[in-house]
């Protein structure tokens, strides 16, 4: 069984940073790409950043803010958060797409069980 852990959400101000981490566990041969999404409260779950072997890819709303990055040898993904807004309050969860053996042809998607992140004053 493979696992995500998420952690480092919490309660910040406007203009505050953050730093979220996911770690993945279990059998694992290799991990695609990593990425964080989020989910506010009536809104549908978003893509905040994903980060593959040789690019990173950022929603428009986050850009020049949120910086992701990994950590390959932990199997980790990290989001670094500065001025933050209001806006950016959700719960936050981490995906992984993971190659379970070598040779295998399929990748399997994987979530995390999210952490909560709110802005405010």
């Known amino acids: 069984q493979v696992q995500l852990v998420e952690s480092g959400g919490g309660l910040v101000q406007p203009g505050g940073s953050l730093r979220l981490s996911c770690a993945a566990s279990g059998r694992i041969f290799s991990i695609n790409t990593m990425g964080w999404y989020r989910q506010a409260p009536g809104k549908q779950r978003e893509l905040v950043a994903r980060i593959s072997s040789d690019s990173a890819r950022y929603a428009d709303s986050v850009q020049g803010r949120f910086t992701i990055f990994r950590d390959n040898a932990k199997n980790t993904v990290y989001l670094q958060m500065n001025s933050l807004k209001p806006e950016d309050t959700a719960v936050y969860y981490c995906?992984?797409?993971?190659?379970?053996?070598?040779?295998?042809?399929?990748?399997?998607?994987?979530w995390g069980q999210g952490t909560q992140v709110t802005v405010s004053s």
């Open positions: 995906n992984a797409l993971i190659i379970l053996a070598p040779g295998a042809a399929i990748e399997y998607d994987y």
